[in-house]
């Protein structure tokens, strides 16, 4: 197995794997939390990424009701200063007072005393975007939050944060995927170009992409049931893209989620990956075992260019399936 890849967050000199791990799922009974995986699982999962050279590591304050930050802390308190954590305040916590209560309660459950990247979870047009930027301003200053992050923001309100903040922001976290790639527009190359890290989330389009579905066999929660995604008609759409990287990940030797992750990465995004066993980090640990070549990168694409995912009828065929699974 080859050495973690690493890369530099945004505007400051910390060092973050070139993959980090998602924690949305970390104490959520609406995901199997304490049915199919347990705390057990999660602290496998999180020894297992550490030891593979892991060290960037995502929540929130909303995952798991605060559980999630309250389990990454119980499991890096003897490694804090190996680990990168980032975490975010809620939309509805932006004003100022809010973020400081907000920033309060998580170190509380992440038992530390200074947050890596913290990040506006999703704007709120509501709140006036100075308001929070003088509180993170305020954060950083003092040293509580080493870095300054927005997500979910596109590229105007990215641009005027950063601006609010005196050119700190350093990283912006949005959804790309094979299937999302609206940051490849215009906000991934302003990234580049600007020092911010472009970190994606939801990379693996919850595993529409992996070839474990299809337009018969769909998955059951309901996060997934309510995607457009996970309908017999765009299923039937994707196929051509899953059987294309099964095609590219049995020629080096590894699974199409490395092939996913690979591709991302090349792109010049640092993947979020959610993680709930120990297996599942075996797994993203073997994107660094290989190289993805320009014709490679050239094949994924040109499949992408013919998906044309549908959406009303997709609609229809998601609420057919929230009212009869």
Known sequence: M?????????????????????????GSKSWGYGESYFKEDLEKAFRAAVDGGINFFDTAEVYGGGESEKLLGEFSRDLRENIIIASKVLPNHLTYKGVMKAIKNSLARLKTDYIDLYYVHWPNPIIPMSWTARAFN????SGLIRAIGVSNFGLKRLIKFDELTDGKVSADQVKY????????????????????????????DQGAVLGKYNEKELPKDIWRRISIIFTPINMRKITPLIETLHEIAQEKGVKPINIVLRYLIEKGAVPIVGVKKEEHVKDLLKTFDFNLG?????????????????????????????IKP
């Open 294 to 322: 320009k014709n490679e990168i050239n094949k994924i694409d040109l499949i992408l260019r013919d998906i044309k995912l549908s959406k009303v009828r997709a609609t229809l065929e998601a609420i057919r399936r929230i």
């Open 177 to 204: 995927s094979l299937l999302k790639r609206d940051a490849e527009k215009r906000l991934l190359k302003y990234c580049l170009s600007n020092d911010i890290t472009l970190v994606a989330y939801s990379p693996l």
């Open 2 to 26: 080859r050495a973690m890849d690493y890369t530099k967050l945004g505007k400051t000199n910390i060092k973050i794997s070139k993959i980090g791990i998602g924690t949305w799922q970390w």
């Open 138 to 141: 305020e954060l950083y200053e």
